[in-house]
T-cell receptor, first 116, second 113 residues
């Protein structure tokens, strides 16, 4: 399967613990995005990378959140000192941006986080 | 504040009928528009994208874009029970035309046999 891969798919953690999610994008894609989605809402943009450079971060991304894409391939999203409000589905997506050909973004299956 | 707005529904549609979904957006400079389908507990799945004013058809789906009125719509013809899902409208932010998507909250569609 050559789609966007995320793991773990489900994570239950105690408040105050740190969690890390991993995303493997579609292999030739140069852009990688992180979104967060809560029940009844559309996905909210968190951050994105072009290759290894983090080009934009939402103001939703507090200091407790950090994302990396060290070699321009896979990415990790770490949440430190988790809070109950962090409970959500964390979606990774990727796309290939090439010239002016547009940008179609494909999502992975998501990682569900429950903070208890 | 950029916004993408959709009616939350649920939109109840008899099997075989046409489902019509609407989306309005506030950023007049937005250039790319997408429709995603999301089944309960699953991630969004791309259905269609449209960049130019007018209609774009793909199988049973037709996207319609009117930039002057700042709305984009999706028609689903011959609706099937498998079309029951939440449909998300997404718009690119103009800070980066080929960049991040801003999503509406989605319209829930229920196709009844």
């Amino acid at each position: 399967d050559t789609g966007v891969s995320q793991n773990p798919r489900h994570k239950i953690t105690k408040r105050g613990q740190n969690v890390t999610f991993r995303c493997d994008p579609i292999s030739e894609h140069n852009r990688l995005y992180w979104y967060r989605q809560t029940l009844g809402q559309g996905p909210e943009f968190l951050t994105y990378f072009q290759n290894e450079a983090q080009l934009e971060k939402s103001r939703l991304l507090s200091d407790r959140f950090s994302a990396e894409r060290p070699k321009g391939s896979f990415s990790t999203l770490e949440i430190q000192r988790t809070e109950q409000g962090d409970s959500a589905m964390y979606l990774c997506a990727s796309s290939l941006v090439k010239g002016s050909s547009g940008n179609t973004i494909y999502f992975g299956e998501g990682s569900w986080l429950t903070v208890v | 504040q950029k916004e993408v707005e959709q009616n939350s529904g649920p939109l109840s549609v008899p099997e075989g009928a046409i489902a019509s979904l609407n989306c309005t957006y506030s950023d007049r400079g937005s250039q790319s528009f997408f429709w995603y389908r999301q089944y309960s507990g699953k991630s969004p799945e791309l259905i269609m994208f449209i960049y130019s004013n007018g209609d774009k058809e793909d199988g049973r789906f037709t996207a319609q874009l009117n930039k002057a009125s700042q709305y984009v719509s999706l028609l689903i013809r011959d609706s099937q029970p498998s079309d029951s899902a939440t449909y998300l409208c997404a718009v690119t932010a103009t800070t980066d035309s080929w960049g991040t998507l801003q999503f509406g909250a989605g319209t829930q569609v229920v196709v009844t046999p």
